[in-house]
């Protein structure tokens, strides 16, 4: 098992930023990689970025290219993601997750959610 606990989210305005971070632990070694997600009110969940754990390639949403960074610091276990030139479109809950196998783009371990929220 793996347990994920997201921190950082909060109150912003347009153009501000914020940095979430999500750190891993338990059966850590498990990780192929990780990634962020997003859910708004009434809305799907729905991709952000993510990391592979070995190497560091990224992935990145359409919508957060340019604006939103991903990284990781393998040694503490932890992944986040910088968002900046944050817009109300941005408002959501945030979840990391993690991906234990190459062969699927399905994420096994999920973490609780973090609110962020961007004032016009």
């Known amino acids: 098992q793996v347990q994920l606990v997201e921190s950082g989210g909060g109150l912003v305005s347009a153009g501000g930023s914020l940095r979430l971070s999500c750190a891993a632990s338990g059966r850590t070694s498990r990780i192929y990689s990780m990634g962020w997600f997003r859910q708004a009110p009434g809305k799907e969940r729905e991709f952000v970025a993510a990391?592979?754990?070995?190497?560091?390639?990224?992935y990145y949403a359409d919508s957060v290219k340019g604006r939103f960074a991903i990284s990781r610091d393998n040694a503490k276990n932890t992944v986040y993601l910088q968002m900046n030139s944050l817009k109300p479109e941005d408002t959501a809950v945030y979840s990391c997750?993690?991906?234990?196998?190459?062969?699927?783009?399905?994420?096994?371990?999920w973490g609780q959610g973090t609110q962020v929220t961007v004032s016009s």
């Open positions: 997750a993690i991906n234990t196998r190459p062969d699927t783009s399905k994420y096994d371990y």
């Open positions: 990391i592979i754990w070995t190497g560091g390639t990224t």
